[in-house]
């Protein structure tokens, strides 16, 4: 079981260019979540989806946007980078079953940076 | 954010016992999450605390009062291995979400 898988790795990327990251789990998870990580800032919630069909925003959404089509998938798009987007990006996914709180599990991480 | 706040650097010896705290907002609060992150890796689980007291797992033991909005990591018997970002993550009544806190740095020395 490889638990969630994102891709690329690292990637660098011109500033105006469009760019999705990708991100996959088997743990048929309900709930998963795009995160960025700066140095001194720690984990910000960028967009995040509870269930297949339904995305929700976070606490930095602007430039980016999500998509959630079936369980497994939850694709980031920059429509067009910019430097500021330069960071790590973490997905990351959890059970989200009604009523509880339940651990969330991440991904290896994206490292991008845009020029 | 939700306020969560902890400090940014911590040092200490190899055996020794080191404790990280961590405060967030009590309002609509439901549980403490903490994660260790390795330079480079991802953040990984490491506790969960939805009611008062102390939880341990063997070396790590983890803290909560609901009353003051505080926590506390303790690492015990310092490993060199243990060296690595521990990020305080609170949850809140009806959201999935995680507010996370900056992140702590310790540094075991040998």
């Known amino acids: 079981i490889a638990g969630i898988t994102q891709a690329p790795t690292s990637q660098i990327l011109a500033a105006g260019r469009r760019m999705t990251l990708r991100c996959t789990q088997d743990?048929?998870?309900?709930?998963m979540y795009w995160y960025r990580q700066d140095l001194g800032l720690g984990l910000r919630l960028i967009h995040y989806s509870n269930t297949a069909g339904t995305t929700g925003k976070g606490e930095v959404p602007d430039g980016y946007s999500v998509s959630r089509a079936n369980t497994d998938d939850f694709p980031l798009t920059l429509a067009s980078a910019v430097p500021s987007q330069t960071s790590v990006y973490f997905c990351?996914?959890?059970?989200?079953?009604?009523?509880?709180?339940?651990?969330?599990?991440f991904g290896p991480g994206t490292r991008l940076t845009v020029l | 954010g939700q306020n969560i706040d902890q400090p940014t650097e911590m040092t200490a010896t190899e055996g020794a016992i080191v404790q990280i705290n961590c405060t967030y907002q009590?309002?609509?609060?439901?549980?403490l999450f903490w994660y260790q992150q390795h330079a480079g890796e991802a953040p990984t689980f490491l506790s969960y605390?939805?009611?008062?007291g102390l939880e341990e797992k063997g070396r790590f033991s983890s803290f909560l009062s609901r009353s003051k909005g505080y926590s506390y990591l303790l690492l015990k018997e310092l490993q060199m291995k243990d060296s690595a970002s521990y990020l305080c993550a609170a949850s809140f009544m009806n959201d999935y979400k995680l507010s996370f806190g900056a992140g702590t740095t310790v540094t075991v020395r040998a």
């Open positions: 009590t309002s609509g609060f439901n549980g």
């Open positions: 990351a996914s959890s059970a989200g079953l009604a009523g509880g709180t339940d651990t969330q599990y």
């Open positions: 605390n939805v009611l008062d």
């Open positions: 743990m048929r998870h309900n709930a």
